[in-house]
């Protein structure tokens, strides 16, 4: 039912700055958890950051934490993920991921829906 569509990749230098959008069809939107994840060619996919059905509730793995931030606008369909100070080790195309959830608290990591990713590229 929900769809998802990435935006907001691109290439920046190190130290830049970058707002991802993961857009969602669908009027059932604000029941479902949003994950962000990142891959890097030869690499398996990475989690980046979660967020609850209200945005109440983040999480993130060391490696993004104090730089990334994962918000959501349920009126506008949308989950963001802001990323400052991005580093050379940042590139990677990077994915939403949604499941439904049954509380506004909780927060999954790995979703049934995905979108088809969008690029960033960090350079030196």
């Known amino acids: 039912q929900v769809q998802l569509v990435e935006s907001g990749g691109g290439l920046v230098q190190a130290g830049g700055s970058l707002r991802l959008s993961c857009a969602a069809s669908?009027?059932?939107?604000?029941?479902?958890?949003v994950d962000w994840f990142r891959q890097a060619p030869g690499k398996e996919r990475e989690f980046v950051a979660a967020?609850?059905?209200?945005?109440?509730?983040?999480y993130y793995p060391e490696s993004v934490k104090g730089r990334f931030t994962i918000s959501r606008d349920n009126a506008k369909n949308t989950v963001y993920l802001l990323m400052n100070n991005l580093k050379p080790e940042d590139t990677a195309v990077y994915y939403c991921?949604?499941?439904?959830?049954?509380?506004?608290?909780?927060?999954?990591?790995?979703?049934?829906?995905w979108g088809q990713g969008t690029q960033v590229i960090v350079s030196s």
């Open positions: 967020i609850s059905r209200n945005g109440g509730s983040t």
């Open positions: 991921a949604a499941k439904i959830t049954h509380t506004d608290q909780a927060i999954i990591i790995g979703g049934d829906i």
């Open positions: 669908g009027r059932t939107f604000s029941s479902y958890a």
